[in-house]
Structures are given as C-alpha cells and as structure tokens.
C-alpha cells in the first residue's frame, strides 16, 4: 500500500519502524513508501485496517508529521 508522508526528513523513521512492526517497506520516493503488513490469511481491507493502526501509532510519537495510506484514486496516479 502506497504511503505518503509529510516530511521527506520522517520517511527513513517511518521506514524503520513499520520494518520493526515486520512490514515489508520500500522507498517510492522522498515522500513516498510502499507498505505491506506481516503476510496473514486474511481479506486485504484487515491488512489495510492493520496498517493504519501502525501509522496512528506513529503518528502519535510524531506529532506535526502525517503519514497517510494513498487512495486508490491517488495510487492509480502514481503508476503513470
């Protein structure tokens, strides 16, 4: 799942942490990561909903910093 960040200087500790919370992560851009939560038999709006709780997580210890889930709409712009 695409994440955007609000500051380029955040990215590497979101990184970090959602790694130590054993996603999968790569950089997609200075503002930008691509995510995914530990691998699990479950529907992917779960996977999503487990993510964001990760982020809110984060974004507490982080106040002034967002970091969202992309929309589908914003993700399909990303791709062109």
């Known amino acids: 799942?695409?994440?955007?960040?609000?500051?380029?200087?955040?990215v590497d500790d979101l990184r970090e942490y959602l790694q130590r919370c054993d996603c999968v992560v790569e950089l997609r851009g200075r503002t930008d990561l691509e995510a995914d939560p530990p691998d699990r038999d479950v529907e992917p709006q779960y996977l999503r909903m487990?993510?964001?709780?990760y982020l809110r997580v984060w974004r507490t210890m982080h106040p002034g910093a967002t970091a969202e889930i992309a929309d589908s709409v914003k993700d399909s712009l990303f791709d062109l």
């Open 1 to 10: 799942m695409r994440i955007h960040v609000s500051h380029a200087d955040a």
């Open 50 to 53: 487990e993510l964001d709780a």
